[in-house]
């Protein structure tokens, strides 16, 4: 299997403020392919814009702050061209492997110390090209983060407005994007520029060129940022709820615009929604977030058929068809200055039972039969995760029957921890 494209590793994103430290993503893990749709869904709140934002470093910092954690970009054209500019740091080259099969000598990151130089990785080379590798983009300084954003890696926003200049014609928007990544000339850039309108589905392209961002619409807008993102050739665009301003049949639109660009040109779409109705349309896969952990990650068709973690099933409960009525989920998400011990989510938690709230959040553990992770202390050895996969909505009333109603999170669920361990872990 080849590499993801990008690969976010134990990504710890904090802001520094006044009432404490902001531990806004707190340790998640992340990869995206070539042609793949990842989607990071959650509540708002989760982390999932300070997730994107930190991939390429768009984020303010000061006051945003990655202490651990790497963003690697395994693209090996922009790996050769910056390993010839920067410091580069080479582990060893398994060369007698089998192509594609070499191990790495990669020490893992808390044992490179001051290594902030090397943020370009050389893992493997066939002869003196670098075949594998990757840019840390958490280490790496400006100037190389800028050949890297907006050109192999773009940006798409939820709101057009504030991503176009109000003063400046659309065209010459578009052209101003094409030129900044490439040599062409100002015919060649309003032929591309009026192509990538043609593209994304402006009708008339050419005579809209010389349009005024406020004589477009809401949707047409959208379409004119898709264009502008596309002007580069990125190689992974990052959308973070680009859809949400819009109404939805022109959001349905974008969607299978999105999709079938994704099509055409292959690249990787990191997307990022609250609405699962939508990670439904678009994603290969899913990343469902929660208060600056990971709850559940998977391919789409077997986390809609069977969510593993009591909060996706929750998430999905709320999707209107299912489950009967709108069920909201009770409670609220953490603090994020101080996160409470174990499980992000067991204080909300209809199944959480002692080990729920202590030690760290639980490790990802994969769902049997699925390609699925899930991180719940139900599916380590010793529980029996059918417990937890029950409809959310009923084990909620069961609950608060066999409970006497529920008062506090902490006790939830003590009085069935003898049902809930079965002996050995057996399945
Ligand atoms: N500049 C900042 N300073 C302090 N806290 C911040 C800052 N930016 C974000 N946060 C906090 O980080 C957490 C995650 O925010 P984020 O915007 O990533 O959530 P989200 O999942 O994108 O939510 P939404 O669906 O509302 O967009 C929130 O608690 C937010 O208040
Ligand atoms: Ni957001």
Redesign the pocket.
């Known amino acids: 299997m080849s590499d993801p494209l990008i690969s976010v590793k134990n990504l710890h994103t904090q ?1 520094h ?1 006044d009432d404490g430290t ?1 531990r ?2 707190d340790g998640i893990d992340v990869d995206v392919s070539r042609g793949e749709t990842v989607c990071i869904v ?10 994107s934002e930190s991939i390429t470093k768009i984020l ?1 910092m000061p ?2 702050d990655i202490p651990i954690g790497e963003v690697q970009f395994r693209d090996v054209e922009s790996v050769r061209e910056l390993a010839d500019q920067f410091p580069k740091r080479v582990f060893d080259v398994h060369e007698d492997d089998a192509p594609g099969t070499a191990g790495t000598d990669v020490p893992p990151e808390e044992d490179r110390p001051g290594d902030e130089k090397h943020f370009v990785i050389v893992e493997e080379r066939s002869g003196d090209r670098i075949s594998r590798g990757y840019i840390d983009m958490v280490r790496a300084p400006d100037n190389a983060l800028r050949k890297i954003r907006g050109g192999d890696i773009a940006h798409i926003f939820q709101n057009p407005q504030s991503a176009l200049n109000p003063v400046y014609t659309v065209g010459w928007q578009i052209v101003e994007a094409v030129q900044l990544h490439s040599d062409d000339d100002d015919e060649a850039a309003r032929e591309r520029a009026i192509d990538l309108l043609d593209r994304v589905g402006i009708p008339d392209a050419a005579a809209r060129f010389d349009d005024y961002p406020h004589e477009f619409s809401g949707g047409m807008k959208q379409r004119v940022i898709i264009a502008m993102a596309l002007a580069s050739n990125p190689d992974v665009l990052i959308a ?2 680009p859809t949400t301003a819009l109404d939805v049949t022109i959001q349905a639109q974008i969607l299978d615009l999105l999709a079938e660009i994704q099509e055409d040109l292959g690249m990787a779409i990191l997307f ?1 929604t ?1 609405d699962l109705g939508v990670v439904a349309e678009i994603a290969d896969r899913v990343v469902v ?1 929660y208060a ?1 952990k990971v709850m559940e990650s998977g391919e789409v068709f077997d986390l809609f058929e069977s969510p593993a973690h009591p909060y996706t099933r929750a998430l999905l409960e709320c999707l209107p068809g299912r489950g009967g009525d709108m069920v909201s989920i009770g409670g609220s ?1 953490p603090s ?1 200055t101080n996160p409470p011990d174990g499980c992000r989510f067991a204080p909300r938690c209809p199944h959480a039972v002692d080990d729920c709230f202590t030690g760290d959040q639980p490790p990802m553990y994969s769902v049997e039969g699925a390609d699925q992770e899930v991180s719940c202390v139900f599916y380590g050895d010793g529980y029996d995760e059918s417990v937890v996969q029950t409809e959310f909505a009923a084990a909620q009333n069961r609950t608060a029957r066999t409970d006497g109603g529920r008062t506090t999170g902490r006790r939830a669920g003590t009085d069935t921890d003898e049902s809930v361990r079965s002996d050995g872990g057996d399945r």
């Open positions: 802001f403020t902001v806004a993503v959650g509540e708002s709140g989760s982390g999932k814009t300070v997730t303010q006051p945003g973070d709820e990022i609250h977030m600056g998400l994020v």
